[in-house]
């Protein structure tokens, strides 16, 4: 099944660059036939052959006891994005290489079971035959009735770019860790819950074991035990053991949260009431679940069961889903978090990686970036939102915080990893010892190592790795790389060393095998990868074209549609008891049935699957099938769920729900063929209402950025309007039709400067009369225009104030504004220009204005050009000093000048304030004649 | 009001020829306020300003809130709240020659028949009775039987006088000193001081001349006289103020403009005929429609060394002292009444109107013969030994053809939605006029400050040693 994995060396990326494309020889069975349009410069884009799904996704998989690797559910939950691809052949992959020794049970020498509070793995992993690389993330949740209390689970980003899971390999761990942790956090709450039920229930078998023992002992007067009395007995005491052991697995839990979180108050407050949540959701889902399991009551008042003396065996019982397992709340902010991940990194590689930089460089213009910018407070506000979806693994996450910051060498990290894997002590966790004083530990005794030593360790190892058959490489585990990043203060000499040895030999050893697991480093070496792995992403403009084209009908569509949906939900959930009534007569295995719901995701061709499959899913296989046409069918609306990120809507048991009212509303269709053609065209229509239009979001750039440009083609006097707002004079867009009017102002609002970081000066709707307040204000205002005398004070205010305004009446087709004769705007807003996307334009835009902003920077902070350089000197040569500048320093013709001055007057205000946001700056203007632009 | 509609003046020509009002277009080269700072903390209309030091003013108005602000930032520094009715008078009480010259004083008269005086923004006083903190209140008359219409401050003698139905005299204790028996129910509109120890009150039509006795080794007791009464105005005088050393000027609710000797108290000069029919009139048949009293009511005076700048009605006149006569004359400088008055230094006049504009004008030389001169039958002049009107008539035109100056609009700024009250002027950071809309605004000039906030800046940026200078 597992075949010889292989290594990919690691490298840095810079280091690829001295010796570009230095093939490796690689063994002539070995090697793949390169893309066949590689070499004639082929859309890079293009979607790689290998891969058999359209995008990357989020699969989330567990290893269950009883039917082995299995995929649970992939976000987002679309069986389009993910095609013909095995997930179940992929679960069982990533499942394997789950190497961290999750030994839970009774350890030598301890009396009771250990729960070891195991830290997350991380793992790159690739597969060459699905063209799927992976970024891999096991996690262990504790479950009661588990095999070892431990679940093993793992979440997997799949993308067919596997240079995209290298480069953005540490905010990928970054952010998988923060849904770890909340899955963590959440199951470490179940499963205290679950334990003290279990304690309960317990308590009150003992207590009737010990009634009746003492009846029996009334009844028998007689001086011998009776074989009855004698298991009773027996029993009692194995319920006392039990007990004791619970006791102390329910401490040890109970332990986790309070050595490790300090400061996290919201546990015990919440604990109450996250409590029933579950029971709850799993009343509405699984409602028959309570006939066969003691455990589960979904009254909050719990009332003790009868434990029977002989365990359940563990193919007979019903393993509880993920979300059972992790509290609902938690589950849902888990979702939310994933989808904001597979949303973070959506895009090519390339996109990713120029938007990062981007930013970075953008947060390095402080002084001037507030002006056009709004990506700062977006960021902020995606950190916030983050927090707020997921504010517990921020505040105890993993130790991996260094990972993130200093980005170490990957030679070590697999040198510690596969250290980890051999010495399994370093990896479990010594429940006496704490968390910081382990790590301290780990950090001495790896420190010690000498480093050449080092290095001959791993190149050891990885010989080994390729000569053995079963082995499994388990590289950059969490633990291991935080560990060694502290090491890397230490000895930095050897980490900028180490790269290159490791390579160099690396590459000998290199193979490549059609069914192998590939287990990469975090760091790519594109040398040593052929073409056809450079797995490519066609997203990055085919999404943009997916989101181009949406109109304000696909809202109201999407507004229109769900209601019933709702509604019918509840049918649905109905219906779908019904028929799970009845399964659950068939026998008990109910859990072949719950798959479907739980996990939609299964792909139809079941055949291949590596899992077995009880025999009822076949039986079951019509149904399922329309289960995953119902699940594209729902995809808009689930899609616009996790991108929204609106937590109430959430929640599993609405999505739980709709995906059954797709199931139930299928069975209404007879060609379920064309069916599908229907659906994939209308969903197509409708992921764009995926988006809310957030103020600032990518999509909102793309649109108004759309509306810009066609303001520009549409009207000649585009330019002095443009100019109007960059030289901070207040445009007033007039018009009659409310959204007609709030579209364009949403549109030229990118041209708008702010006045601080606060908000931007931009008024999208006023029907009442513009004050001289307004004009101070707001440097863009929509303005109603009402066919009534009542509207006559609003145009007299307006002619009033007429200086300070330009005027661009919508319904008239005409501008009232100040001449512009520039050249900077018509470079800004060409009418000819070959840009067509609204998000290219944008981005014209942003690079002109950070240019222009630039050029207010350095006019404002020139020293000399301000202040006098003698005594004597006069303001006008000062002046004419300024000037100069302008135009030949900055290349300013006529009025661009003005707009930059303007720009500079924003500078200065902006860096000599006190406290930012508080006041509204000066209106400024100018008396200069106004010109009345007409089509 | 019709101005409005129109816009600036580009748009429709033919309107602005019939409207005799002068416009000037979008295009204002000499007009140096191109910035503008809103400032909004009163509830009412706000009818005084207060110039308190270099930097600072106080507004008040019907909201019965005295506001203290910064000029240079148009930042609030204080809030006065004290009044329960609207503020009909506020003055600034300097303090003596020896004391702290922080140590100033506000006094505001209210409606609520009180006088609150205000110790403003001092971090230290050296009076006894009022431990100051910022902005308190420091004490509060309320023994008027009518309103307080005016106040005035005779800081030579430190008293300070309050006219009403009566005229009292108050030292800085507040301690009534003396006052009048009643004068009249219309009570004091405007008070001045004269040399001599006297007091104008202007009452009704009247104006009332007062002596004050101030207590020598012989009484201790302070006493205000009536000593004279001066019965030339025809109507109600609105306006009353001092010129110089040697006149001081009143002008009427008819138009009369009076030119009184400061010592004899007669009558220097009078202008009284604003209002008659000149024959240019003829030509503008609009204004003589709607010529009403009100039209040619003196509202405001100002004044240098050599002429007083009338607001009579909707117009602006300027009266030459030595000339005696009117110079130069803008008869619809406004579309309603002119509310106040100003002379800038740099020979500019600015004046405020109802129609919620602030003007800007230039006093120019006449280089010939003017498109609009000064129509003669406005200078009916008669003054001491000027007996025969007639006979001087035709020798004023020529001499008026020769010296006649012209009142050149500027600029105009327009930015309150109401009549503007009054205005204050500052040499270093421009123009506050407040209005009826409740706002006060804050003119400025926007290449001086663009300057300052680059000083401003580099300051900073020296404090900060963020600043490198290039070798």
Known sequence: MISAPDVVAFTKEDEYEEEPYNEPALPEEYSVPLFPFASQGANPWSKLSGAKFSRDFILISEFSEQVGPQPLLTIPNDTKVFGTFDLNYFSLRIMSVDYQASFVGHPPGSAYPKLNFVEDSKVVLGDSKEGAFAYVHHLTLYDLEARGFVRPFCMAYISADQHKIMQ??????????????????????????????????????????????????????????????????????????SIIEHQDLLKQIRS?????????????????????????????????????TDLYTCRPTYTPKLIKAKSTKCFDKKLKTLEELCDTEYFTQTLAQLSHIEHMFRGDLCYLLTSQIDRALLKQQHITNFLFEDFVEVDDSVVEKQESVCPKPSQHRPPSRSLEECPIPQVLISVGSYKSSVESVLIKMDQELGDEEYKEVEVTELSSFDPQENLDYLDMDMKGSISSGESIEVLGTEKSTSVLSKSDSQASLTVSLSPQVVRSKAVSHRTISEDSIEVLSTCPSEALIPDDFKASYPSAINEEESYADDSEGAIHFQASISPPELGEAEEGSLENTLSQTDSCCIGKENDSLRMPLSSPVHPHTDEDAVVSVPPQRYRQKEQEFHVDFAVENVNPSRDNISEGFPVYELDPRHLLASRDVSKTSLDNYSDTTSFVGSVASTSSDRTPSAYPAGPSSERHKKRAGQNALKFIRQYPFAHPAIYSLLSGRTLVVLGEDETIVRKLVTALSIFVPNYSRCAKPVKHWVSSPLHIMDFQKWKLIGLQRVVSPASAGTLHALSRYSRYTSILDLDNKTLRCPLYRGTLVPRLADHRTQIKRGSTYYLHIQSMLTQLCSKAFLYTFCHHLHLPAHDKETEELVASRQASFLKLNLGLVNEDVKVVQYLAELLKLYYMQESPGTSHPMLRFDYVPSFLYKI | MLRWLIGGGREPQGLAEKSPLQTIGEEQTQNPYTELLVLKAHHDIVRFLVQLDDYRFASAGDDGVVVVWNAQTGEKLLELNGHTQKITALITFPCLEGCDEKSQLILTASADKTVIISLNLEEREIAIVWNCDTGRQVQKVSCFQSTVKCLTVLQRLDIWLSGGNDLCVWNRKLDLLCKTSHLSDTGISALIEIPKNCVVAAVGKELIIFRLVVPTEG??????????????????????????????????????????????????????????????????????????????????????????????????????????????????????????????????????????SVRIWELREKQQLAAEPVPTGFFNMWGFGKTNKQASQPVKKQQENVTSCLLELVGDLIGHSSSVEMFLYFEDHGLVTCSADHLIILWKNGERESRLRSLKLFQKLEENGDLYLAV
């Open chain 1, 168 to 241: 953005q390999f540490q905010e990928l761990s970054a952010e998988f860790s923060k849904a770890s942790e909340c899955l963590k956090t959440g199951n470490r709450k179940a499963f205290a819950g679950e334990l003290e039920k279990k304690l309960k229930d317990l308590d009150y078998t003992r207590t009737v074991l010990h009634t009746e023992t003492e009846i029996q002992k009334k009844a028998n007067d007689k001086g011998f035990y009776s074989s009855q009395a004698i298991e009773k007995a027996n029993e009692l005491a194995s319920v006392e053991k």
């Open chain 1, 256 to 292: 986790y949260p309070y050595r490790k979180l300090k400061g996290f108050d919201l546990c015990s407050g919440e604990m109450e009431h996250t409590q029933d949540q579950p029971d709850q959701a799993a009343t509405t889902s699984n409602p028959d679940e309570y006939t066969n």
């Open chain 2, 219 to 356: 009484s201790l007791e302070w006493d205000i006289l009536e000593v004279k009464r001066l019965l030339d105005h025809q109507d109600n005088i609105l306006s009353l103020a001092n010129v110089n050393d040697l006149s001081f000027v009143t002008g009427s609710h008819v138009g009369e403009l009076i030119i009184w000797d400061i010592l004899d108290w007669t009558v220097q000069a009078c202008e009284r005929n604003f209002w008659d029919p000149s024959p240019q009139v003829d030509t503008q048949q609009e204004i003589k429609l709607c010529q009403k009293p009100n039209d040619i009511s003196i509202h405001h005076f100002t004044w240098d060394e050599e002429n007083v700048f009338a607001a009579v009605g909707r117009g602006l006149y300027v009266y030459n002292l030595q000339m005696k006569r009117v110079i130069a004359c803008q008869k619809t400088a406004h579309d309603s009444s002119v509310l106040h008055v100003a002379k800038l230094p740099n020979r500019q006049l600015i004046s405020c109107s109802e129609d919620g």
